[in-house]
């Protein structure tokens, strides 16, 4: 890097230094072995840290908002706090649920962002790919040299490489999962440790059985390098590498020169700025007597993320002009990241105090603050989030050539709606000292900050119900599998226990009744919880709100549809084509003013894509069609991104049901399905209808993994 230093790292002399430790969070022992991925990551196994968090070592739903402890070493050893970035979890070979006993899964793997030094963490290795024959070195996650296990690729299957350890020595064994395979000759780490073959136990008293020559002994597998690349890539991970040096004709890095050469034109000027710029970013700097090259200044602002909001922040108060050329230029390349390093770290220290039931809401809040924004995808790590957050432009609202709002601005201020007095303060006194920094006018973020308090004030007056959510699959003829979670508000938790079970519609209500009345509601909310089936699109008319739990020792039936409001969400038809995400989003934020079409006519699923594709104020469809034609409909509105459809599972004629249901409003419809169900119970031949009401809330998140694939992640 030249004048301005970078955090050093000795692993090419002492390799074992490259070994990040996780440490448990209830006894401080270690869980096992990572190393440095990026600036301000580190990767490591997922099953290291669910052992970290004490979870099912192979638990494939990400963990939330939970803090893990790392130790990082570089000239010394140091601990920081990290949280999950990125995410792939444990998976058999079909795509199932890893199973006990299994010795070998794919997956596996956890992006953890480190909140470390603003110089970031010490420099990540070289990569390079894994190949037969190679002899490596791994060691445990303790860290210590003494723990060095030598070893040999025996062989290379794709996604698996199998390692043979040297006969004396140490072997692999719990608390090296996770952790570098570096190869001398490459000087690269080549792959990271996952699991080892044990030595065979006796089946009845789970001893090891007596030595046999016979026996695997020191086999052990891994992540090849270049698999855990692609297995990187397909959730996303593009930006945790080291940024690569720019061409030296990239536009962005001339402009950088010309604008530093003109802004700070005099060597003691450049000496103090860099001086300066350096001690911000937390590296190390050059001689005092010869300052930096505009070429050395550019090209470090271009590869340190954080460099070029810092030295703009620099700028900003005694030259406007010079801040926003910097600006300008830097945004010609995909590195620099918007905030400094001081913002940076202080976003994440009032977001580690910030209550845990709000930040669960942080995707909502994002939703309803930028709703024409592409899909933020359900289930993405709150620090995956603002990775994206802070790469997206600022929003459309700008006059006279002013600076746009950033989206991340924007959504920390619609955070704010929903925090306390004191924590709505300390982000906005944040966010005012960013924008500034940026030169955007108080007025236009003032405007943002209107809006928000304005949403606040709406989602304050409904709060978000206790719901239960029923994944129902098809068993055997007239039985199904049932799948349950329940969700107070802070999200999913899955409360079934046997996925295997099949029930009849009888014991299936009986078995969703269990699980509501073990449920405490809010003593300030009389309203009772809301049943969300989720079925695939040939279940969408499955009569799951007319199962009832008839029992002859019970005085009543129990009928679930009558009792509580229970709507249908197909997430497979809402997530088939994923460009329309966006428009369900728009238009669930539409909910109370948006509009309602009425299909009362038997229309090609075409013409209703015609009609609706762009139609982002049509919140609500009822389809009053006879069976043939409707279920198409249907199926195109979900498609579609339409978050409320309402349709007469039982008629062939003009819906009474429809009719009925006109008059009751979009957000009101659950509750008015349910006293539908309700009086047709009590007086069918008034009520004739068999109300269906699909129902996809982008406010709530669902399971994810459930809906297509039998796994247990969430």
């Known amino acids: 890097m030249g004048w301005f230093g970078v955090t050093g790292s000795a692993h090419h002399d002492d390799p074992s230094r490259l070994v990040v430790t996780v440490r448990r969070a209830a006894d401080g022992g270690t869980a096992g072995a990572g190393f440095v991925l990026g600036i301000d990551t580190v990767l490591t196994c997922a099953h290291v840290v669910n052992d970290a968090l004490g979870r099912p070592m192979l638990e494939a739903r990400p963990p939330q908002l939970e803090e893990i402890l790392v130790e990082v070493r570089g000239t010394s050893t140091e601990q920081y706090f990290a949280r999950l970035l990125h995410w792939v979890a444990p998976r058999a070979k079909d795509g199932s649920t890893v199973r006990e006993g299994d010795s070998e899964w794919l997956g596996d793997l956890a992006v953890l962002r480190i909140d470390g030094p603003a110089g970031g963490l010490p420099a990540a290795p070289d990569r390079a790919a894994m190949s037969t024959d190679q002899e490596v070195s ?204 001081q913002e940076y770290a202080g976003l994440r220290k009032h977001l580690r105090t910030t209550d845990r ?44 050539g002013e600076r746009r709002v950033p989206a991340l601005l924007r959504v920390l201020e619609y955070v704010g709606a929903l925090c306390p007095g004191p924590k709505r303060a300390e982000l906005r006194l944040w966010a005012d000292g960013v924008a500034q920094r940026l030169g955007i006018a108080r007025a236009a973020l003032g405007e943002r900050r209107s809006d928000a308090q304005a949403w606040g004030r709406s989602v304050r007056g409904r709060s978000a119900r206790m719901r239960v959510l029923v994944q129902v699959t098809r068993a055997e003829r007239g039985r199904h599998r049932l799948r349950i979670w329940c969700d107070e508000g802070a999200g999913p938790r899955q409360v079934s226990t046997d996925s295997l079970a099949a029930y009849s519609a009888t014991d299936g209500a009986r078995e969703v009744l269990r699980v509501l009345e073990s449920l405490t509601p809010p003593a300030d909310d009389e309203r009772p919880p809301l049943v969300e089936v989720l079925v695939d699109r040939a279940s969408l008319n499955l009569p799951v709100d007319e199962w009832a739990a008839h029992d002859p020792d019970e005085i009543v039936p129990g009928v679930l549809g009558v009792e509580f409001p229970l709507v249908v969400h197909c997430p497979e038809l809402l997530r088939r084509h994923g460009r329309f995400m966006s428009h369900w989003r728009s238009r669930w934020n539409r909910l109370d003013s948006g509009k309602t079409f009425v299909v009362s006519e038997s229309m090609d699923p075409d013409a209703i894509y015609s009609k609706l594709v762009n139609q982002l104020d049509t919140v609500r469809v009822s389809v009053d069609v006879p069976p043939g034609p409707r279920d198409g409909i249907v199926q195109t509105c979900l498609a579609l991104g339409i978050p409320v459809v309402v349709w007469d599972r039982g008629r062939d004629g003009a819906s009474h049901l429809v009719q009925h249901m006109a008059d009751v409003a979009t957000r009101e419809l659950p509750d008015g399905v349910r006293t539908y169900r309700a009086n047709a119970k009590a007086s069918p031949p008034e009520f004739p209808g068999r109300p269906v009401l699909a129902w996809a809330d982008a406010d709530r998140t669902v399971p994810r993994l459930h809906l297509t694939e039998p796994q247990e992640s969430a």
Request: hydrophobic content about 45%.
């Open 138 to 341: 791994a060691w445990h996650g303790g860290g210590r040299a003494a723990t060095l296990a030598r070893l040999t690729v025996a062989s290379l299957h794709g996604s698996h490489g199998y390692l043979d350890g040297e006969a004396t020595g140490m072997a692999v064994g719990p608390g090296y999962s996770g952790g570098p395979l570096w190869c001398r000759h490459e000087r690269a780490v080549v792959g990271l440790v996952v699991a080892h073959f044990m030595p065979p136990q006796d089946a009845a008293t789970g001893l090891p059985l007596p030595h046999s020559s016979q026996h695997l002994i020191r086999r052990s597998w891994a992540i090849p390098w270049q698999h855990v690349r692609s297995e990187l890539a397909a959730v996303g991970v593009h930006d945790v590498l080291p940024p690569q040096s720019p061409d030296p004709e990239d536009p962005a890095l001339l402009l950088l020169m010309e604008a530093v050469g003109d802004i700070l034109f005099s060597p003691s000027q450049r000496t103090d700025c860099a001086k300066r710029l350096a001690r911000a970013c937390g590296v190390g700097c050059g001689s005092d007597v010869t300052p930096p090259t505009p070429e050395e200044f550019a090209m470090f602002l271009l590869t340190h993320p954080r460099a070029l909001a810092a030295f703009s922040g620099l700028l900003r108060r005694d030259s406007p002009d010079a801040a926003d050329r910097v600006l300008a230029a830097g945004s010609l390349c995909i590195t620099p990241k918007m905030l400094s390093p």
């Open 357 to 400: 039931a709000v930040l669960a809401r942080f995707p909502e809040a994002a939703r309803a603050a930028l709703p024409h924004v592409a899909a933020f995808p359900g289930g993405e790590s709150l620090d995956a989030l603002l990775n994206r957050l802070e790469a997206l432009p600022g929003d459309g609202h700008s006059a006279n």
